[in-house]
């Protein structure tokens, strides 16, 4: 039977629920219900209310893709301003729709957060350099007027880039995400949570950056006449540096990457202390791809996040180096939890 009592929530009836994705659809008229509010805003109801309300996880139960615990159910129809006499129904359906679910299906709101998960409603902009005009021509045609002009081949690493703006975007679905090379960015961009995507060479706000953010790292510059390519760090009194491996071990008459050498990095932006900003970049493109799926991969990803949660805490500012491996032309990025792997870390409150 349908709630008759008047009120907002009155006609709103969770007995016909059986499924988690009823239990969001319902849950969703009740946020409609209660004013709208946003993420943050319920995020900040649950605060005074006692509960807590992380956006990340309401996001996710809000849209199906989770299911609540029972006390995040009760916490979020509070927060909503259900009124008390309904919660029992309330609580029946919720045992209906996560009957048989199975534990990594419900949601945990003291659950790790993912690196890559932002503020839901704030503005993510993932950015690389551009190929440079000299070199656009050996990858397709240079001329925009070109019937098969393809703009994405003037980006420097676009495998970086697609494969954080899918992982991005995926995780962050109330989010503005983009992409652009750093030569499109405009003045609000970089008031966004910046995604520097790419090495010294291509993108000139990594090397800006480096300069801004005063970090203990430094990927040399790729040019003809550079004497020597990888990261240096200042490790005490004196530099450290760490090279990539090559050779012309097959005999193809060119230099074989075996190795490379990557640095992420995670810090408050300078240009707008509430939003983040990020680097990931290799002394090579393979190095630049091995860096942004060092933290997305679906088998070290999680293990790799975890190892970093455990070695900076509540650091809002820190980075690492590592190696990163090419195996038979495959991009394996490297494993935070062996040491043989990691060269450097640091970690410095911001």
């Not at 652009?180 to 910046?194: G, I, M, N, P, V």
């Not at 935070?336 to 450097?344: A, G, I, S, V």
């Amino acid at each position: 039977m349908p709630l008759s009592r008047p009120g907002p929530f009155g006609d709103l009836d969770p007995s016909g629920v059986t499924t988690l994705t009823q239990l969001a659809a319902l849950l969703r008229q009740c946020r409609v219900r209660a004013g709208n509010p946003s993420l943050r805003d319920i995020e900040r109801l649950g605060e005074k209310r006692g509960h807590v309300l992380p956006r990340s996880t309401v996001n996710g139960v809000l849209t199906g893709r989770r299911g609540p615990r029972r006390d995040l159910l009760l916490a979020l129809l509070d927060a909503f301003g259900v009124p008390d006499g309904d919660r029992a129904a309330w609580t029946n359906a919720w045992e209906r729709a996560v009957a048989g679910q199975p534990a990594e299906v419900i949601a945990d709101p003291e659950e790790a957060p993912d690196i890559w998960r932002f503020p839901p409603d704030e503005p993510v902009m993932i950015t690389c350099g551009r190929i440079p005009e000299s070199a656009a021509g050996n990858f397709g045609p240079s001329d925009p007027r070109d019937p098969d002009y393809v703009d994405l081949l003037t980006y420097a690493d676009p495998d970086a880039l697609v494969h954080l703006f899918g992982h991005i975007r995926a995780l962050n679905p109330e989010n503005d995400v983009r992409f652009a090379r750093t030569d499109e960015l405009q003045t609000a961009d970089y008031t966004s949570h910046l995604v520097v995507v790419g090495g010294s060479d291509f993108n000139e706000l990594t090397r800006d950056m480096f300069s801004a953010l005063h970090l203990p790292a430094k990927i040399s510059v790729r040019m003809d006449e550079t004497d020597w390519l990888g990261v240096e760090v200042l490790d005490g009194d004196e530099p450290r540096r760490f090279s990539p491996v090559r050779d012309d071990a097959y005999g193809t008459g060119k230099q074989i990457l075996h190795e490379d050498v990557i640095l992420f990095f995670r810090g408050v932006n300078p240009l707008d202390r509430r939003r983040t900003i990020t680097i990931c970049a290799g002394g090579y493109a393979r190095g630049t791809l091995a860096a942004a799926r060092c933290l997305t991969d679906p088998v070290l990803g999680p293990a790799n996040q975890a190892y970093l949660r455990g070695r900076v805490g509540d650091n809002q500012h820190f980075g690492f180096v590592a190696r990163a491996f090419v195996i038979d032309r495959v991009v394996a990025p490297p494993d935070l939890t062996n040491p043989e792997h990691r060269l450097y870390e640091w970690t410095r409150p911001e």
